[in-house]
């Protein structure tokens, strides 16, 4: 019915002073014992995670990749002020923080460690190996968890430096823009179009929230017994942006195949037999639960969505040639970069009436 944390040991292209971790957190996790042992989750695309266990305790640390990065790439910092904040600020389920060490000179990147939080992963929107009567409970717990992190107030907690306050989806176009063509390998139209068609087609109302940046399933831990959200996880992209941003790529699986591997989707699913609440379920629930009356240019956010899922896979593909991608399928994953952006361009192409 559920599915553990995969960890494997730590793979050759992420390995590290393992003695020089440890030596640093004595000096600075309270709670270290004499034992310590580093294993790596599988799974991630970006940035490098590990499982530490000692004192009878574990903890999840999370790095930059070794080697080069693109700019403004795997930045862990945030990471860690985000979640810091939430934890001390709000009853959002995130863990709590212990340490961030910039120092380069420890293990090679900066990091950070927080608490390990037991639960479900549960990657695929079509939850096959949940009971069908956990299926909607499910989906709608994560799509409640989305609207209570919009509701809070970034400059409540700290965070209202943590992004600009307006011209998220412009600003994020000119960003995956150029580090697509950072990451460029081959040729691909349909993410030429959208770096055309975008700018020219951006939401005619801005609104502002703490955006996650990759809100999906698979990203959010579940509790072992209950469809509840125990935990939401890597926060890498979260910013200061438009919450119909997030909603719309936590929504893609509905505009993806079911039959292709690897996408996640959801298109030739009978959802109400398989118990599956549809978009507009989810939609209506999310404006429900934030107070919104509609939803506006919906087929410009989920376009955008698909456009920037794009250029994160085609960096994934990227840094697999390279040899530091932090999970072994990285080439496979990578590859999916052009059926994503051929579905964002013929949602653009086709618009409002999609």
């Not at 404006?287 to 509609?294: A, H, P, Q, Y």
Request: aromatic fraction near 8%; charged fraction near 25%; charge should be negative.
């Amino acid at each position: 019915m559920s599915q553990d944390p995969q960890l494997v040991e730590v793979l050759p292209a992420h390995r590290f002073d393992e003695h020089a971790l440890a030596g640093y957190l004595r000096e600075h996790l309270p709670a270290m014992g004499d034992t310590f042992v580093v294993r790596q989750f599988q799974g991630g695309q970006s940035n490098p995670t590990f499982l530490l266990e000692t004192g009878g305790r574990r903890y999840v640390l999370r790095k930059k990749p070794p080697g080069k990065v693109l700019p403004s790439a795997h930045m862990v910092e945030r990471e860690y002020k985000v979640i810091r904040a939430l934890a001390e600020n709000t009853r959002l389920p995130v863990p709590q923080t212990h340490v961030l060490c910039e120092d380069p000179s420890i293990i090679g990147t900066a990091f950070y460690v927080m608490d390990f939080i037991p639960g479900r992963i549960l990657t695929h929107p079509a939850l096959e190996a949940v009971e069908r009567s956990e299926r909607r409970p499910t989906h709608l717990a994560a799509v409640d968890t989305l609207a209570e992190l919009h509701r809070v107030d970034p400059m409540a907690i700290g965070l209202d430096d943590f992004g600009k306050p307006q011209g998220y989806v412009a600003r994020q176009v000119k960003r995956w823009s150029g580090q697509y063509e950072a990451s460029r390998t081959d040729d691909m139209p349909a993410m030429d179009n959208l770096m055309n068609w975008l700018p020219e087609n951006l939401p005619a109302h801005d609104e502002t929230a703490i955006a996650h940046g990759d809100f999906r399933l698979g990203n959010l831990l579940f509790d072992p017994d209950a469809p509840r959200v125990s935990a939401i996880l890597d926060w890498e992209l979260a910013t200061l942006g438009h919450p119909l941003a997030d909603l719309a790529y936590f929504c893609l699986p509905y505009h993806l195949p079911a039959d292709l591997k690897g996408m996640r989707g959801l298109i030739g699913i009978d959802l109400k037999a398989q118990g599956i609440p549809d978009e507009a379920e989810i939609l209506a629930r999310y404006c429900e639960k934030t107070g919104r009356k509609s939803v506006d240019d919906w087929h410009v956010f989920l376009a955008f969505s698909l456009f920037r899922l794009a250029a994160i896979l085609q960096g994934v593909y990227s840094r697999a040639l390279q040899g530091n991608a932090s999970n072994a399928d990285a080439l496979e994953v990578g590859q999916r970069a052009g059926v994503l952006a051929e579905a964002g361009w013929r949602i653009a192409r086709e618009g409002a009436g999609q």
